[in-house]
């Protein structure tokens, strides 16, 4: 049973910093592209970075280039979000996601963490 479980979400003020984290566990992490979405209130779900199976190859969102950085430790099946100078926009659930080496979608979610920007 694939499982995908986040952590690190908070409270925060403006211009502060929280680091997210994604334990994967029933399913062969090495081999799966991973990303973050986030879901804000009333808006879809959004794409916020990925990164290869490898680790060297990364894509971020428009929004949050320059400020947040995607990173996985293959060794112990975590994905990181680290998310620097926050935004009262960047206010959302954030979603860790995995998919396979030959998908197209993601394939499995996790249930999310909130994060809070306050300004």
């Known amino acids: 049973q694939v499982q995908l479980v986040e952590s690190g979400g908070g409270l925060v003020q403006a211009g502060g910093s929280l680091r997210l984290s994604c334990a994967a566990s029933g399913l062969p992490f090495s081999s799966y592209h991973m990303a973050w979405f986030r879901q804000a209130p009333g808006k879809e779900r959004a794409f916020v970075a990925s990164?290869?199976?490898?680790?060297?190859?990364?894509n971020y969102a428009d929004s949050v280039k320059g400020r947040f950085t995607i990173s996985r430790d293959n060794a112990r099946n975590t994905v990181h979000l680290q998310m620097n100078s926050l935004k009262p926009e960047d206010t959302a659930v954030y979603y860790c996601?995995?998919?396979?080496?030959?998908?197209?979608?993601?394939?499995?979610w996790g249930q999310g963490t909130q994060v809070t920007v306050s300004s």
């Open positions: 990164i290869n199976w490898g680790g060297a190859g990364t």
């Open positions: 996601a995995a998919r396979g080496p030959a998908a197209v979608k993601y394939d499995y």
